[in-house]
């Protein structure tokens, strides 16, 4: 089954770091983008970046320019959203999608992983 | 950065009507533009791509249009399980690439 499995809830206090991740299965991982999207609980979507697993090559929105950082372990076809700082407005579900190259529209995309922060 | 809005904000549609969502863009994204439906507790699902392609496997009733700034997502014959919130989605500039806020499509 093509597939993106994401980590579990985390709940962190401010100024904590954390690290998630994105699993993908099913399918070949360095021939996608995977792209982190940010969901406040009732509210819109917010696309944070992504990171093209073949070549290391990252792009962020500057709004979460050197806030958060995306990685990849292609050995086990996983990609990671990393904070080094947790602020309270981070709280929010974040979901990893796949894009395939050169386009932006996601087709297939992770449960989320609900991440609390707060003191 | 390339703002997108969409209306109406909330929808109600009786079954068996059509639903029409807008979307519209602050600049010319041609047609990368795509849909998508989300559900209570799930995670979103793409339905259109290049403004009028259909993903693998969603109903015929689905069906995107526009190019430019101004495009439309119609659900021809509206069923129980496509009450949602629908976004759109702007793939031309980056980054960022943007979302608009959302149409919540309620069953009458």
């Known amino acids: 089954e093509v597939q993106l499995v994401q980590s579990g809830a985390e709940v962190k206090k401010p100024g904590e770091s954390l690290r998630i991740s994105c699993k993908g299965s099913?399918?070949?991982?360095?021939?996608?983008?995977i792209n982190w999207v940010r969901q406040v609980p009732g509210k819109g979507l917010e696309w944070l970046g992504r990171y093209d697993p073949n070549d290391s090559y990252t792009n962020y929105s500057p709004s979460f320019e050197g806030h958060v950082t995306i990685s990849v372990d292609k050995s086990i076809n996983t990609a990671f959203l990393q904070w080094s700082g947790l602020k309270a407005s981070d709280s929010a579900i974040y979901y990893c999608a796949r894009s395939l190259k050169g386009f932006g529209y996601f087709d297939l995309w992770g449960r989320g992983t609900l991440v609390t922060v707060s003191s | 950065e390339k703002v997108m809005t969409q209306s109406p904000a909330t929808l109600s549609v009786s079954p068996g009507e059509r639903a029409t969502l807008s979307c519209r863009a602050s600049q010319s994204i041609g047609t990368n533009l795509a849909w998508y439906q989300q559900k209570p507790g799930q995670a979103p699902r793409l339905l259109i791509y290049g403004a009028s392609t259909r993903a693998t496997g969603l109903p015929a009733r689905f069906s995107g249009s526009g190019s430019g700034a101004e495009f439309t997502l119609t659900i021809s014959s509206l069923q129980s399980e496509d009450s949602a919130v629908y976004y759109c989605?702007?793939?031309?500039?980056?980054?960022?690439?943007?979302f608009g806020q959302g149409t919540r499509v309620e069953i009458k």
């Open positions: 989605q702007q793939y031309d500039d980056w980054p960022p690439w943007t």
């Open positions: 099913g399918y070949t991982f360095i021939n996608y983008w």
